[in-house]
């Protein structure tokens, strides 16, 4: 690949990942109320096709989710720069989601959870994870084996 091709890669890459956090801290900085509002919506929404689901439910999943998308993020970038020990990843989603949880200390109605820290890392543990097994796995359809 040409280095143009491959500097514009990692650039969008980045740029991705940047957004993503934008939109992980954006949510984070919105009120207890403003919160519960846009997750009570997504629970209508939800209960209907899974009944089981609680609000609280709804919101581990959500912190989840979130750190799964970062963590697959994260891991396309660690594998552009092409350098660096892969523990870089899950360092930085744990950097992330204990900034991420600070900062939830000075929004109205809402806290920092250590419990949350440790969702959001399993998250990105769990992208990194599904990442290594795809690579595996085109590997070994590549060579034969």
């Avoid at 581990?60 to 970062?70: D, G, M, P, R, V």
């Avoid at 900062?103 to 290594?132: H, I, N, W, Y």
Wanted: charged share 20%; proline share 3%; hydrophobic share 50%.
């Amino acid at each position: 690949m040409r280095m143009g091709g491959r500097r514009w890669r990692l650039g969008a890459a980045l740029l991705a990942t940047g957004l993503w956090l934008w939109f992980i801290y954006a949510r984070s900085a919105k009120t207890a109320e403003l919160s519960d509002q846009e997750s009570g919506v997504l629970l209508e929404l939800l209960v209907k096709i899974f009944p089981f689901l609680t609000m609280h439910l709804i919101r581990k999943l959500a912190h989840f989710t979130e750190y799964l998308i970062l963590g697959a993020l994260l891991y396309l970038d660690w594998r552009l720069i092409g350098r660096g020990p892969l523990l870089l990843v899950p360092g930085l989603g744990l950097l992330a989601a204990a900034a991420d949880e600070y900062l939830q200390t000075f929004v109205p109605g809402r806290s920092g959870e250590m419990k949350d820290v440790l969702l959001d890392c399993s998250g990105v543990l769990t992208a990194v994870c599904l990442a290594l097994l795809l690579r595996r796995g085109k590997e070994k359809r590549n060579h034969g084996s």
